[in-house]
């Protein structure tokens, strides 16, 4: 499904900063979601401290996603209580390596570049939007679920300044899924969707197992950019 120009004017108000923004940004997120844990120190850079705090942003069912979220010292006052209070966040979606069990495993969150407090998630504003333009940087892979659903998995290099990239795992689905089997390595994509985070087990090398949390973006709109 491509996505036009007409269809971004139809957005509503409280989209409309946000596919403004992205049209000089080419990672843009915007999430709104209930605070579901306290600060963890992540790293410091030239003396600024970074932390991590988990979101929970309702779906449109009844389900919701736990999406981490990186927060500077400067931004919020790391030493206080805030959970269960609601907050909306906007950013970027961030991706770096952690080397573990003798290779590298792909962490993502997203990094807060205005966080501001809310008295709710309200249900008329959209909570959960991504933008991105990036390149693909491996083969699409396109599959059939056992009930016949057409899937496929995505992975976008999307740059930074400074020669920097994040590498997003996206997932498609039906029409979309078709659209993405015919893509090439390089080949240069826009997406737009939302972020959404999936338990799975993960199987040690002494035979035992560990639940974890995947991350990716559930695509609802994309454009192969020629």
Not at 74 to 82: A, E, H, N, Q, S
Not at 102 to 118: C, I, M
Not at 153 to 168: F, H, Q, T
Request: overall charge neutral; glycine content about 8%; charged content about 30%.
């Amino acid at each position: 499904m491509r996505c036009n120009g007409e269809e971004i004017l139809r957005l509503g108000k409280g989209e409309q900063r946000f596919m403004t923004d992205k049209i000089i940004e080419n990672n843009q997120v915007s999430i709104m979601g209930k605070i579901v844990s306290g600060f963890t120190f992540s790293h410091e850079v030239f003396g600024e401290g970074f932390y991590m705090v988990d979101i929970s942003v309702q779906r449109l069912s009844e389900s919701s996603d736990i999406i981490p979220v990186m927060i500077s010292e400067r931004l919020i006052d790391v030493t206080r209580d805030y959970v269960g209070e609601y907050i909306q966040v906007f950013g970027q979606f961030r991706s770096y390596n952690r080397h573990e069990e003798k290779k590298n495993r792909l962490v993502l969150s997203v990094f807060a570049r205005e966080v501001s407090f809310t008295e709710d998630d309200h249900d008329k504003v959209k909570s959960n939007q991504i933008f991105l333009d990036g390149y693909i940087c491996k083969t699409p892979v396109y599959r059939r679920t056992p009930l016949g659903r057409e899937i496929s998995d995505m992975l976008l290099a999307v740059n930074r300044p400074y020669g920097k990239s994040d590498y997003i795992p996206c997932i498609c689905w039906g029409r979309n899924a078709r659209f993405t089997s015919g893509f090439e390595v390089g080949g240069h994509v826009q997406v737009w969707g939302r972020i959404q985070s999936r338990e799975y087990v993960k199987k040690l090398d002494n035979d035992t197992t560990e639940k974890r949390i995947a991350y990716e973006v559930s695509v609802s709109k994309l454009e192969y950019l020629e």
